[in-house]
T-cell receptor, first 111, second 112 residues
Framework: EAQVTQNPRYLITVTGKKLTVTCSQN?????MSWYRQDPGLGLRQIYY???????DKGDVPEGYKVSRKEKRNFPLILESPSPNQTSLYFC??????????FGPGTRLTVL | GESVGLHLPTLSVQEGDNSIINCAYS??????FIWYKQESGKGPQFIID?????DKRQGQRVTVLLNKTVKHLSLQIAATQPGDSAVYFC???????????FGQGTTLQVKP
């Protein structure tokens, strides 16, 4: 089944404890992206990647890192999480300049 | 059907009526536009897209209209059903970039 998977789906952590949210797609898509969704602010793009080893900042990249060592994986790294990074996170993938397929979301709470 | 002005956060329609959800986009360089549907607890799901060389595209029960002159996008849903209840987002893709800019979203409520 063609899909985007994210892990974990739910995570509660404490300020400053490094964490990684994984994202994987099995559709051989070149493009992958991370978003956060917050009430009243909608979906905002954090980082995106147009191919392996190519990443770029979205609208809200501060406090996040990404890597794209392989085509199928695009992990989101929070080196020192803070409470303002409590949010619902979505990973998405697509062929270049086509509709994006979204994962099921990761709900992160930083205490 | 019920027409709404630019971005009302909530649209309530009767089952069987037509729905029209509007969206104003911001970037003149955007050449690709997408409508997504998001149900509670799920990720956004692709509905329909349109490129800037078109002004209308139809899918199954859905139609997207693009007016580049006023930078306006609309989604029309025919014969709205209870399963259409969700939040609908428009998104724009500025040309030759990987960015996808989402609108605020409109909650569609379908009354039986």
């Amino acid at each position: 089944e063609a899909q985007v998977t994210q892990n974990p789906r739910y995570l509660i952590t404490v300020t400053g404890k490094k964490l990684t949210v994984t994202c994987s797609q099995n559709m051989n898509h070149e493009y992958m992206s991370w978003y956060r969704q917050d009430p009243g602010l909608g979906l905002r793009q954090i980082y995106y990647s147009m191919n392996v080893e190519v990443t770029d900042k979205g609208d809200v990249p501060e406090g996040y890192k990404v890597s794209r060592k392989e085509k199928r994986n695009f992990p989101l790294i929070l080196e020192s999480p803070s409470p303002n990074q409590t949010s619902l996170y979505f990973c998405a993938s697509s062929k270049l300049h086509n509709e994006q397929f979204f994962g099921p979301g990761t709900r992160l709470t930083v205490l | 059907g019920e027409s709404v002005g630019l971005h009302l956060p909530t649209l309530s329609v009767q089952e069987g009526d037509n729905s029209i959800i509007n969206c104003a986009y911001s970037n003149s360089a955007s050449d690709y536009f997408i409508w997504y549907k998001q149900e509670s607890g799920k990720g956004p799901q692709f509905i329909i897209d349109i490129r800037s060389n078109m002004d209308k595209r139809q899918g199954q029960r859905v139609t997207v209209l693009l007016n580049k002159t006023v930078k306006h996008l609309s989604l029309q849903i025919a014969a709205t059903q209870p399963g259409d209840s969700a939040v609908y987002f428009c998104a724009e893709n500025p040309s030759n970039t990987g960015k996808l800019i989402f609108g605020q979203g409109t909650t569609l409520q379908v009354k039986p």
